[in-house]
């Protein structure tokens, strides 16, 4: 936990950063090592995590496959090994898509806040487009999710996947002056954002603020209006009402940059046969 550096819980709740994070740069693979037990149970680990493009241009996607570190050499795992990504009831994959899985068994998608329909954990709309998530399809084996394309409303707004250095700055509203929860994207600088004080983010926008909120500001009960998806400029007084107002405030749009995956893998008494019976790796391996 970055607040109280407790250990995280699956049953932490929601905006808690719960999701383990790793970013790439320089288009290196990216190898997280995870120890196991040797023993006859089978485990399932349900894996939800968070893929940043840290590099220095965009991503066109990644691959992850589970292998071992052999004297500093990946080695692919292979079919019925005893580690594989699978279904929640511990059943490996063969060939399948996220097409044909639950979001919550394979799936790669943007922060709801930005996209997608309202839900269960998500009582509003996302920002830009209010009806579909900005996410990859995915392939996947038993040892690989290899991503494919990229919905057609991200990539219509953004090009590839963002960047961390390169996303596009925002307008943000604290609606409960907690700085532990997340806060409202109430606009986007459409153009170049120049920051002038690198401790807030605050700068200027070079080209225009524009919302793709129904209409900019609140509504009479202090709510930021719901998406309708379509792009109008914020107007001036607006503007400087919002300058006025500690609790607007400029930032990077980082979860552009953020990719939520989500997927399970299983780990069974066959580990004891492998090269290295208490270890296994995860490569990511980003597309340009």
């Known amino acids: 936990n970055p607040y109280d550096f407790s250990d995280k819980m699956c049953s932490d709740p929601l905006q808690s950063s719960k999701r383990w994070k790793v970013g790439g740069i320089n288009g290196q693979p990216i190898d997280v090592y995870f120890s196991v037990a040797t023993d006859t149970l089978t485990t399932v ?17 990644f691959k992850a496959e589970l292998g071992f570190m052999v004297n500093g050499v990946f080695t692919k795992s292979t079919s019925l090994d005893g580690l594989g990504f699978s279904a929640r009831t511990g059943k490996y994959f ?8 639950s979001a919550e068994t394979l799936s790669a998608v943007w922060a709801q806040g930005l996209a997608g329909p309202a839900d ?38 953004f090009g590839d996947w963002n960047n961390l250095s390169g996303v596009p700055y925002a307008y943000y509203y604290d609606d409960d002056a907690n700085p532990n929860t997340d806060n409202t ?17 605050a700068g200027t926008c070079s080209g225009t603020w524009v ?20 792009k109008k400029p914020v107007p001036a007084d607006i503007l400087a009402a919002w300058q006025a107002n500690y609790l607007y405030t400029n930032a990077p749009l980082e979860d552009l940059a953020n990719l ?8 069974n008494k066959l580990n004891a046969n492998w090269k290295t019976p208490n270890q296994f790796v995860l490569r990511f391996t980003p597309k340009y």
């Open 45 to 61: 680990y349900n894996s939800m995590q968070k893929l940043t493009d840290n590099d220095a241009r965009k991503w066109k996607g």
């Open 120 to 157: 269960a954990n998500h009582p509003a709309t996302g920002y830009f487009d209010p009806i579909y998530r900005f996410s990859y399809f995915l392939n996947a084996t038993e040892d690989m999710i290899d991503s494919g394309l990229i919905t057609s409303n991200y990539y219509a707004l």
């Open 185 to 201: 994207l109430m606009a986007n600088c459409d153009g170049t954002f120049v920051v002038t004080d690198p401790v807030t983010s």
């Open 260 to 267: 939520g995956l989500n997927y399970y893998i299983t780990v």
């Open 94 to 101: 063969t060939t399948t898509t996220s097409a044909l899985q």
């Open 211 to 230: 919302t793709y909120r129904s209409q900019a500001g609140l509504d009479a009960s202090g709510i930021a209006y719901p998406s309708d998806g379509v």
